[in-house]
């Protein structure tokens, strides 16, 4: 038996950053979530450390972005969908990976209605207080 359904209307939801640069840049199933969030299907939520990850790995040179590609991609993709929040209170030690649990953090300040990951140690934890952790491929799955 996998995890349960998780239906999501619209919905505040934390993406991890995997989740975020796929949507972004590559062609596929994960390019469905960027036409999704800027139709504003769902509500994108990030704090500044989760933003400031975004912005670090986009400008890896792996994938070749030139300083007008990000701020292209930060003003149009980005800025406008993005739901900021400032984290207070920082719990750590919850995931296997310390630099995971921003990802917890930023949906505990904002009460977001679950986690997209693709990352193996978020995944793991299933659920945090009482907030689903998921795959892109099942979130996408709500959206027919």
Known sequence: MGQKEV???HKRV???TNVVISALLFRGELSRL???WKKRAFTLIASRE???EYLKVLAYPKFNL???DLKDIIRAEL???IEPVTVIKK???I???PDDDKFLDCADAAKADAIVSGDAHLLSLKRHKGRPIITSEKFLKNFG
């Open 66 to 68: 030139t300083e007008k």
């Open 50 to 52: 989760i933003m400031e």
């Open 7 to 9: 239906r999501v209307r």
């Open 91 to 93: 719990a750590r030690g």
């Open 14 to 16: 934390v993406l991890d």
């Open 95 to 97: 995931c296997q990976d």
């Open 79 to 81: 800025l406008p969908y």
């Open 34 to 36: 960027h036409a999704l």
